[in-house]
């Protein structure tokens, strides 16, 4: 189904193919929900299979929403068809979580823990929650606990990386992201990340290493505008330091250098406006 799906036209199997296309696809689409849910809500028991994984994607949908009496009605739903259900208990506490009511909500994943302590959704929905009252070193502590259990979540560990650049602490930003290059050697944006870290640590051991890792990025991704501008910063520092003892490597670096202006001018000449060329460089980001 497309973009221009004309919602009011909808069948009641089509409504039910379309949310379900969202659920597969992970796709929330919050603002489409209003366009359907009242129909879907009307025949949902005709549904019996797909009743309360629907109600659970009608939850999130009004949690998106901000219609928090929607969502403590679908709650409401799940508790009493499952009591006793550590998902479901999940969900409550997103929906405490999604009103301010951040200390009941941990309370109720602190008990999803106490019950099961290899719950990784609770344990990520801590700091998530950690996260988002501003509280960065707790929410840093909790994820560093989280991942002594499960060492091999990759996204887990992008997040902490993510969490120790917004502290400033970028030794241990970059080994996180170090970790997530050993999972992935061939990722542009890791090696792109690495050399943006070596960068703003600085000096000239940084620098080089700064040096290889841009060049890695654009030999995995020639179009990695951002990893180019990166490589000119990195080469004019170098060129800086490198002024009074000449040498081997600030001839190499100035060969580099020359073809960084080169290729940059190149594709400055090639973008029709400056608007184009900052589009280019999101992308690449």
Not at 78 to 96: D, H, I, N, T
Not at 110 to 123: F, G, H, Q, S, W
Not at 210 to 225: G, M
Request: charged fraction near 25%.
């Amino acid at each position: 189904m497309s973009d221009s799906i004309n919602y009011e036209d909808l069948g009641i199997n089509e409504a039910f193919d379309l949310i379900r296309k969202w659920r597969e696809n992970n796709e929330r689409k919050f603002s489409e929900w209003v366009l359907v849910w009242e129909k879907i809500y009307k025949n949902l028991d005709s549904r019996p299979n797909e009743k309360y994984i629907v109600a659970e994607q009608l939850l999130v949908a009004m949690l998106d929403q901000h219609s928090y009496n929607l969502a403590l009605m679908w709650l409401e739903l799940l508790l009493e068809q499952f009591p006793g259900s550590l998902r479901v208990m999940r969900y409550k506490a997103l929906c405490l979580e999604a009103q301010g009511q951040y200390d009941a909500a941990q309370y109720v994943l602190d008990e999803i823990i106490k019950v099961d302590e290899t719950n990784a959704p609770a344990r990520k929905r801590r700091v998530a929650s950690l996260k988002a009252q501003g509280l960065l070193s707790d929410a840093i502590k909790e994820l560093v606990d989280y991942l002594k259990r499960f060492t091999a979540d990759m996204e887990a560990w992008q997040q902490l990386g993510e969490l120790y650049l917004e502290a400033a602490d970028y030794s241990r930003a970059l080994f996180c992201t170090e970790e997530l290059l050993l999972h992935q050697p061939h990722n542009h944006l890791l090696h792109q990340r690495l050399a943006d870290i070596r960068y703003t640590m600085g000096g000239v051991e940084n620098m080089e290493l700064a040096k290889a890792h841009y060049c890695r990025t654009l030999k995995l991704n020639p179009n990695n505008l951002r990893a180019l501008l990166g490589l000119n910063l990195v080469t004019n520092n170098l060129l800086g330091h490198y002024k009074s003892s000449g040498g081997a490597k600030r001839k190499e670096v100035w060969k580099l250098s020359r073809w960084v202006h080169s290729e940059l001018g190149r594709r400055q000449a090639d973008a029709h406006s400056l608007t184009d060329l900052m589009l280019a460089i999101s992308i690449a980001d």
